[in-house]
């Protein structure tokens, strides 16, 4: 029977305050690891050996709220004794709103915790009711599936990257970088930069400048990284009707010479068995296409761009200064757009609607670029156009080399029609009138067959053509006949 503690906690209000929601564990971690191969489960890829006469081992004792705040990780030494009321104490440290008058007891709302009999005590039970925590035990001899901390922490730290493959990552992002290095001029800021505290869920614009509710977090962090103090603005907060910037945090001198004003920063994650089973060539397109990501090509950063004289492309609430329209047209590389395709009614380029909240409005459509770097789909021969570049100078944060665009061969002059109409529509008239439909193809493919091969669109690569019957009912608005009426 699975127990389902979801309306427990919202009755008791404990899930609405995302710090008090902690997943702790344990791990033990060996220090004399040997190579060589190992007999173990099927598909049970975290083994390791001790060498001879030599089983020392550390065991860490992590934990993370739901906020993402991290507890200061507690490392038991062999021979050392473990004295319970750490785990307050590291709680306390991550989280001021232990403190605070109407949640006296309360920091932790629930803590998930493993369910194995030697994580669970009556000393740990009774710490629990004193502090009002609601302790949920999670099944045991199953947590490499459910405990978090395993599966997305201890798993990670166990299996630490091989050093080619780190070398390999360095080389891919230091390409990459030195490519924008010299692609982009940007605007150098006044004075140092400073990042803004991270704060209470809950936040408010005062003259473009932001303001948390209640209070800020002492420590800040950006995906799971935390910045510097001395890179922080001081901590800015809305207490009822009033407003404050406190003074007891000390003058950070912030990051002199910096240039960027938005974004700030982006993390790439790469996946080893992507760089260990590609050639490095295609990383380097991937780190591409992730920091133009992070350089604005995204629909958070969208309602943000501003003109070539400074000016917000989008209306701005006059006292929050935020935009009120995030879902407006902007005529973003329009002209170079035009220009490509030869089409001089073209209103705006589309942007991908599919592939869920990490791909919709963050790339262009693949059906009108194909195989240009920031289409959402996988392609060899990715070419990063004037159209991207275009954009990243309409954002109002760069000045572009165009010089460095690479030749896209996608929809090249192929008109009005190729843009504004179905791709089955454009196929049948250029049958009909005897032309050619590339960039498209019109080969059914049977994968139960050799795939038939031939020249991509570009002559740059060897591809096949991924047309197929289907036998599952479409969506109206993904049918040829309903695209072209």
């Known amino acids: 029977m699975v ?3 979801r309306p427990i906690l919202w009755r008791r209000k404990k899930l609405q305050i995302s710090c008090r929601l902690f997943n702790f564990d344990e791990s033990n971690f060996l220090l004399a690891r040997k190579k060589g191969n190992v007999l173990g489960p099927v598909n049970y890829k975290s083994l ?27 490392i038991i030494y062999a021979y050392k004794q473990h004295i319970s009321h750490d785990i307050a104490e590291a709680v306390e440290a991550v989280d001021p709103t232990w403190a605070i008058e109407q949640h006296p007891k309360a920091c932790l709302g629930i ?85 803004d505290r991270s704060c209470s869920s ?47 945090d000390p003058k950070s001198p912030g990051v002199p010479n910096a240039d960027y004003i938005l974004p700030i920063a982006g993390l790439i ?39 070539q004289n400074g000016r917000p492309r989008t209306k701005r609430d006059p006292v929050t200064k935020e935009p ?28 991908e609607n599919g592939g869920g909240s990490g791909s919709e409005l963050s790339h262009w459509e693949a059906r ?42 996608w929809g090249k002059n192929a008109g009005c029609q190729f843009l504004l109409g179905s791709c089955g529509g454009y196929i049948k008239n250029k049958l009909a009138s005897g032309g050619s439909t590339e960039p498209f193809c019109t080969t059914i493919t049977d994968y139960s067959q050799p795939l038939k091969l031939g020249c991509t669109p570009d002559r740059d690569a060897v591809g096949f053509c991924n047309m197929v019957k289907q036998s599952l009912k479409i969506p109206p608005d993904y049918q040829v006949e309903q695209c072209d009426k």
């Open 3 to 5: 127990y389902d503690s």
């Open 48 to 74: 390791q050996t001790s060498k001879e006469n030599d089983k020392e081992g550390l065991t860490v004792l992590m934990g993370y709220s739901a906020a993402g705040k991290m507890a200061p990780p507690m």
């Open 111 to 195: 803590w998930y915790a493993d369910g194995h009999k030697s994580h669970l005590s009556l000393e740990v039970a009774e710490f629990c009711t004193s502090k009002g925590i609601l302790l949920v035990a999670l099944y045991p001899n199953s947590t490499h599936l459910l405990q978090p901390l395993d599966v997305s922490v201890f798993k990670s730290l166990k299996n630490l990257l091989p050093a080619d493959i780190v070398q390999t990552v360095k080389t891919i992002m230091t390409v990459a970088t030195d490519y924008f290095k010299e692609l982009l001029k940007v605007r150098p800021i006044q004075g140092p930069l400073l990042l």
């Open 202 to 248: 809950t936040s408010r614009y005062i003259n473009g400048i932001r303001y948390g509710d209640n209070f800020c977090y002492q420590k800040s962090s950006c995906s799971g990284f935390t910045i510097p103090a001395d890179h922080l603005r001081p901590c800015r907060v809305c207490n009822g009707g009033q407003c404050t910037i406190s003074s007891s």
């Open 269 to 307: 994650n790469f996946c080893p068995g992507e760089v260990r089973k590609n050639k490095i060539e295609y990383m380097i397109d991937v780190a591409k296409h992730e920091i133009i990501h992070a350089l604005g090509f995204s629909k958070w950063s969208l309602p943000f761009y501003r003109d």
């Open 324 to 351: 009120l329209n995030v879902n407006g047209q902007y005529d973003l590389s329009g002209a170079r757009a035009r220009i490509h395709f030869n089409c001089p009614t073209l209103p705006g380029l589309e942007l």
């Open 368 to 409: 009108l670029l194909g195989n240009e770097l920031m289409t959402g789909s996988r392609a060899n021969s990715a070419r990063l156009s004037a159209i991207t570049l275009a954009l990243l100078q309409d954002t109002g944060w760069y000045q572009v080399d165009f010089s460095k665009a690479e030749p896209l061969q």
